[in-house]
């Protein structure tokens, strides 16, 4: 993930946990955005006790400067 930094100068500004255990194994999803916000990549990782594995899933740019949006007010479904 450092040759996003280097190369891309991207930095991971979201990340999210798709699985996470007890015993220190994890696998997750970061995405990565430029800080002008018109490039980023989409990174899944998988951790256990031995090694950490990263896969880019997606890379992509944005002219516009709309790699990444955040929405400030979800709205969730009610719970029924």
Do not use: H
Not at 51 to 73: L, T, Y
């Amino acid at each position: 993930m450092e040759m996003l930094a280097i190369e891309a100068q991207e930095t991971p500004v979201m990340l999210g946990y798709l699985k996470e255990s007890s015993d220190g194994e994890a696998e997750t999803i970061v995405y990565f955005v430029n800080e002008e916000r018109t490039t980023s990549t989409i990174v899944v990782t998988k951790k256990n006790k031995n090694r950490e594995e990263a896969c880019i899933i997606f890379s992509g740019k944005s002219p516009s400067g709309m790699a990444i949006s955040i929405n400030p007010s979800p709205q969730f479904p009610a719970k029924t």
